[in-house]
Each structure stands twice: as structure tokens, then as C-alpha cells.
């Protein structure tokens, strides 16, 4: 059984830095596409960072260049380091995988929360002004 647990988050000011990191369980990372999506009150959650066996990688143009994506495999830990936050960052911060779904992700050029079926439960981020 799938098991994905989230950590790292917290509250900082605007500019600063956060890592998230996702503690996966229950499949070996191979064929299996990971990311991080998040969801801020009132909002529809939103894909931003995947990365596939493969090593290929998918961000969203929100976070692009500030974000990075990445995957240790001996840990099973997939990570997301967050740099010069903004407080339009501010969101619950969830971890996702799915077989093959970075396939779908460059074919619809979008990272949608519908690829993706085993989710963790969430970690806060907070960025202040």
C-alpha cells in the first residue's frame, strides 16, 4: 500500500527558504511519477513541481526558477526546496504519486491533481510580508 508522508513545513517572511520533504512507502520508484501540488483557501490545488524515474522534471510557470524538484532514492524521500518565497505561496503543500503520470503531464502540458491517485496529507507553508 501506498504511504506518502509530508514534513518541513512552517512559517517564514517573505524572501526566505523552506525544503519539504515527502517519506515514500509502499512501491519502488521505478515507472512511478512524483510531485508536489498545493492549495491555498478558496482555491483550486495546483500542481507545481513532478519528477519522473526518469529524471525528467515538470514545474509550473508560478514557481519556476525558485523551486526545485528532487528525488533520493535510498532514502525514499522526494523533496522540494522552496527559495525566495513569496506570500502568494502561502498554501497547504501536498505529495502525490502515480504510475507513469508524468506521460499525461507533458501531453497536456499542465500538471492536473486528476493523474494522480495516492496522496499525502498535507503540509503548511506560511510566507509573511
Known amino acids: 500500500q501506498v504511504r506518502l508522508v509530508e514534513s518541513g513545513g512552517g512559517s517564514v517572511e517573505t524572501g526566505g527558504s523552506l525544503r519539504l520533504s515527502c517519506a515514500y512507502s509502499?512501491?519502488?520508484?521505478?515507472?512511478?511519477?512524483m510531485g508536489w501540488f498545493r492549495q491555498a483557501p478558496g482555491k483550486e490545488r495546483e500542481g507545481v513541481a513532478a519528477?519522473?524515474?526518469?529524471?525528467?522534471?515538470y514545474y509550473s510557470d508560478s514557481i519556476k526558477g525558485r523551486f526545485t524538484v528532487s528525488l533520493d532514492t535510498a532514502k525514499t524521500t522526494l523533496f522540494l526546496q522552496m527559495n525566495s518565497l513569496k506570500p502568494e505561496d502561502t498554501a497547504m503543500y501536498y505529495c502525490a504519486a502515480e504510475y507513469k503520470a508524468m506521460t499525461s503531464i507533458q501531453a497536456l502540458g499542465v500538471m492536473e491533481p486528476s493523474l494522480f491517485s495516492n496522496w499525502g496529507q498535507g503540509t503548511q507553508v506560511t510566507v509573511s510580508s
Open positions: 509502499g512501491y519502488t520508484f521505478m515507472s512511478i511519477s
Open positions: 519528477i519522473d524515474s526518469d529524471g525528467s522534471t
